[in-house]
């Protein structure tokens, strides 16, 4: 069932909510609901500039998010201007950060307001500085590395790989944290990683990209 044929009033809350947001029209395709129009970007005092966008709801929406797309040419549609390179859909996130900006079942203007405001601030403010904002990920898989190795405040991937390495043993709350500091893990990194294996367990194929990094072949 189509989202918003399985309850009108679900819907009727979604065009509710895109009052908020007068540039972008709601299109119909078929049974396919798209957002389409310009997106403003400001500054602190100013408009900084406009982009053209085309956001398609996904058919189970709210639980899973919408894919972006800039329609006005104005970003190369690159890895380092994070779009993804299958569709030229912009990467607004990790998937592990989902959960934080946009948590599945969470409404569209959400989404507008969080994700889709702070890529095209990113998009706007790179041009005009070469910076980015909010810092800016690695592609791919690494990505994925980065983020357990800040979010565990350690700077080596041999460090992160001995934390996914106690995954497999039993009772290791006793043993020496695998950061190094020769204290008890259930005194030093324990909650911090059970914390960080719940992030994990939802993205799909996680278990892969454990094994592919403790056997070497993430690089």
Known sequence: MIWWQESQEDFEEFKREMNDFPSLEIVMEGE???LVGD????GSTRLIR???????IPHNFPFAMPKVFETGNA?????DRHFNPKDNSACLL???EQSEHWPLGSNISLFLNKPVKEFFFSQAFYELTGDWPFGSWPHGESALVQYCLEYLSIKRRSDLIKFLKYIEIGNRAKMKCPCGRRVRFENCHLQKFKSLINKLQPIQKWQLFRKKL???EIT
């Open 32 to 34: 396919k609901v798209n």
């Open 39 to 42: 997106w403003p970007v400001y």
């Open 50 to 56: 406009t982009y053209h966008i085309r956001i398609e």
């Open 75 to 79: 970003i190369p549609k690159i890895q």
């Open 94 to 96: 990790l998937p592990i």
């Open 214 to 216: 403790v056997s070497g």
